[in-house]
């Protein structure tokens, strides 16, 4: 069995079409940006900021050549991308993942901790696994991805024990809910953009 599991169908899933690469794909592969009151592209982790929206593949190299470009194109305009664009996007989709692992955690769907996923995973229980990028691949592989769930290792152990109140956490699990779909999304989207530095997730 894979790690990458299957995930949820959704049906009519919302599409967007990405400025870089043309192509049309679920928004939930897309980050939304658009163009603030003085010409600055700012990135909408949220997706609530007002303003015509403009959506880019959650890849380092797609946001790279948006600011080469597309960006002004996009909303037909010049406009100013920050310095250090791709970085702050990733830092700030790792923080929502966080969170929303921590409210998850407070709602009583998300454990932490080998024996206690382990547990949950014997039990049919887990929607989706957490397991730190900079964890023992040996004591990882000791862990599997039941079929329909998910998997990421895109949070470091200092970012899994943010969200689940410790100094480090390596392994984590998510049951079935609506937080911890939303945990799948935001999570697909910093493993694009973590992958280029050294794969720290598997897919």
């Given at each position: 069995?894979?790690r990458?599991?299957?995930?949820?169908d959704?049906?009519?899933?919302?599409?967007?079409?990405c400025?870089v690469?043309?192509?049309?794909?679920p928004?939930?592969?897309?980050?939304?940006?658009v163009?603030?009151?003085?010409?600055q592209v700012v990135?909408?982790i949220?997706?609530?900021?007002?303003?015509?929206?403009?959506?880019?593949?959650?890849?380092?190299?797609a946001?790279?050549?948006?600011g080469?470009g597309?960006?002004?194109?996009?909303?037909?305009?010049?406009?100013?991308?920050?310095?250090g664009?791709?970085?702050?996007?990733?830092?700030q989709?790792?923080?929502r993942?966080?969170?929303l692992i921590a409210?998850?955690?407070?709602?009583?769907i998300?454990?932490?901790g080998f024996?206690?996923?382990k547990?949950?995973?014997?039990a049919?229980n887990v929607?989706?696994?957490l397991?730190?990028?900079?964890g023992s691949?040996?004591?990882?592989?000791k862990?599997?991805?039941?079929?329909?769930?998910r998997?990421?290792g895109?949070?470091?152990?200092?970012?899994?024990?943010?969200?689940f109140g410790?100094?480090s956490?390596?392994?984590?699990?998510?049951a079935?809910?609506a937080?911890?779909?939303r945990?799948v999304?935001?999570a697909?989207?910093?493993?694009?953009?973590?992958?280029?530095d050294?794969?720290?997730?598997?897919?």
């Amino acid at each position: 069995m894979t790690r990458g599991g299957a995930p949820k169908d959704r049906e009519q899933e919302a599409e967007r079409r990405c400025i870089v690469t043309g192509e049309t794909a679920p928004k939930s592969g897309l980050i939304r940006f658009v163009v603030g009151p003085e010409g600055q592209v700012v990135p909408d982790i949220l997706g609530k900021l007002p303003g015509r929206g403009m959506w880019v593949t959650a890849s380092h190299d797609a946001l790279d050549k948006a600011g080469k470009g597309q960006f002004s194109r996009a909303a037909k305009q010049a406009v100013t991308v920050p310095e250090g664009l791709a970085a702050e996007v990733e830092r700030q989709l790792a923080r929502r993942v966080v969170d929303l692992i921590a409210l998850a955690r407070k709602a009583g769907i998300a454990v932490a901790g080998f024996e206690k996923v382990k547990s949950w995973l014997a039990a049919d229980n887990v929607r989706v696994l957490l397991q730190a990028s900079d964890g023992s691949e040996r004591g990882k592989t000791k862990l599997w991805t039941p079929q329909g769930a998910r998997y990421y290792g895109c949070l470091t152990s200092q970012e899994l024990g943010l969200a689940f109140g410790r100094q480090s956490v390596i392994h984590g699990a998510l049951a079935t809910g609506a937080l911890s779909d939303r945990v799948v999304e935001e999570a697909a989207k910093l493993r694009g953009l973590r992958e280029k530095d050294g794969g720290m997730s598997a897919a």
